[in-house]
């Protein structure tokens, strides 16, 4: 069988990913997708916030084969070297990658290294040219810093997903079903791009919910920050659950209110605008 390799890490396997890995499965009879267990940024740095859980990146990569390599496995290998290996390994009839893409040592490989070895390897290669949102290009970096500002809808966009926060529900301090708005509660996960504190509209499975993130500086007694999601109509226990909600879009910032009543009046406007969205 015809093997099409892409190359790529795709945090978030955002529209310009995806046109990539169209790439391959277009021209090849099986397409591969070559990647890391863990961002290539986070072996040289230490630490990287992703967009998805890498549980999740993978599961959106349609249609192709996915292969996580350890990249210190390989961090060192010259860019031929590294492409050596693999056409030893897969013998591709073809190599997708977007055109930004660096590989090897000191990246050192990139799309221009790919194009004038593909006589020598007996590949064809697709680069993909940037896929454009606004005026600009789609990258996951762009991503990330629409969601660090609050700019939700736009990076939605150009993930083709909504982006989402997921994790087990823990005991909290139960205020909310004093005023008549229950919400279950989970951390803030690991490794995940960190939103503004705010409270946003989103979806939980099929109802809409209101989610608030931050330290509720009007009950002022929480030790950490945590995600408070209010899932509207919903009635149940959900304690030990794992739980995702969709964040559709920043509705207001977070703020200190006069009193409980205030916070239950701002909090039935939050719900009533949360209807709203699709």
């Known amino acids: 069988m015809k093997t099409g390799l892409i190359l790529g890490f795709f945090d978030g396997v955002h529209l310009g990913h995806q046109a990539v890995i169209k790439s391959a499965a277009n021209y090849a009879e099986k397409a591969v997708l070559i990647t890391f267990k863990n ?27 996915v292969i996580e390599l350890d990249f210190s496995a390989i961090a060192t290998m010259p860019a031929e070297e590294y492409l050596e290996f693999l056409i030893n390994k897969f013998h591709p009839v073809s190599i997708s990658t977007g055109y930004n893409h660096t590989f090897g040592k000191n990246k050192s490989g990139d799309a221009k290294l790919l194009e004038a070895c593909q006589e020598k390897y007996g590949y064809k ?38 982006f989402s926060l997921e994790g087990k529900v823990i005991h909290g301090a139960q205020l909310g079903r004093t005023i008549g708005f229950p919400t279950a509660n989970i951390e803030y996960p690991k490794h995940i791009i960190k939103l ?26 929480i030790p950490e920050p945590v995600v408070e999601i209010h899932i509207i109509g919903f ?23 006069g009193s409980l009543n205030e916070l239950k009046t701002q909090i039935k406007k939050d719900a009533e605008e949360c209807l709203k969205l699709s």
């Open 125 to 162: 290669y697709f680069c993909t040219p940037p896929q454009m949102y606004k005026n600009e290009p789609i990258s996951s970096s762009r991503i990330k810093s629409l969601l660090k500002s609050g700019e939700i809808e736009k990076a939605n966009a150009m993930l083709g997903l909504p």
């Open 235 to 257: 009635e149940g226990d959900l304690y030990g659950q794992e739980i995702e909600v969709e964040i559709l879009k920043k509705l207001r910032d977070e703020k200190k209110f």
């Open 39 to 65: 961002s290539p940024a986070e072996y040289f740095s230490g630490s990287y916030e992703y967009i998805y859980p890498r549980k999740k990146s993978i599961s959106r990569m349609q249609n192709v084969e």
């Open 196 to 221: 503004p504190y705010g409270v946003y509209g989103g979806k939980a499975g099929c109802r809409h919910a209101v989610i608030n993130w931050g330290v509720k500086p009007t009950v002022n007694n």
